[in-house]
């Protein structure tokens, strides 16, 4: 079951990569990608509004339920970044821009929490990875948590935000598919000992 959980971190990303990347492509000139933000696709009144806020949501119930695996796999809090991000993305899409100036202030604070959290899932798995041994993932998620977080302040100043966001959210949402196996491999293991450490304590 632990093993199945873990999948899920991958499903969430593909499902919100592949919805905008689709988006995009079906808008066509109406809009850009290197200085339109994702949340432009599931606007009040696009066209794309169906399959973004798809995406949004299923990465927002999946990434939580990966989660669950990280708590397993993982001492420490990287868990509940990864629980938090995608809450935030249901938000996210709760909260479509064009619909009034309040919510459109929600729909921005929930991108932020959600950009946040994402990128400090790796920072926060870091030690546990190299516990137990994957190293060479806690070093990709290092670059990966770097690239995010130099991107979501590059969005911030310059005029092509869509293309620094999207190359953001890549990045956390890559070590999250990479990190995977391990955390499938790691739940599993902890689960069975904790299983076992139950019987002999009876």
Do not use: E
């Not at 990465?59 to 939580?64: E, K, L, R």
């Not at 990287?78 to 929600?106: E, F, N």
């Not at 959600?114 to 994957?134: D, F, I, M, Q, T």
């Amino acid at each position: 079951m632990l093993r199945r959980l873990a999948w899920t971190g991958v499903l969430g990303p593909a499902a919100f990569v592949g919805a905008w990347a689709l988006g995009g492509i079906i808008t066509g000139r109406r809009y850009s990608p290197v200085h339109d933000t994702i949340s432009r696709l599931a606007a009040i009144g696009a066209d794309t509004r169906p399959l973004m806020t798809t995406g949004m949501v299923v990465f927002g119930i999946a990434v939580p339920v990966y989660g669950i695996a990280i708590r397993r796999a993982l001492d420490g809090p990287a868990w509940i970044s990864a629980v938090t991000a995608g809450l935030a993305t249901l938000g996210v899409a709760a909260a479509p821009l064009d619909h009034s100036p309040l919510v459109d202030a929600l729909h921005l604070a929930a991108a932020g929490v959600g950009y946040v959290a994402l990128a400090l899932v790796p920072v926060l798995a870091h030690s546990g990875l190299v516990a137990a041994g994957h190293r060479r993932l806690a070093m990709f998620g290092a670059v990966a948590a770097l690239t995010a977080g130099a991107s979501m302040i590059t969005s911030l100043v310059v005029d092509q935000s869509g293309l620094f966001q999207r190359i953001g959210l890549t990045a956390g949402d890559t070590f999250l598919i990479a990190s995977v196996p391990a955390i499938a491999s790691l739940a599993s293991a902890n689960g069975r000992a904790r299983l076992r450490a139950g019987v002999t304590s009876r």
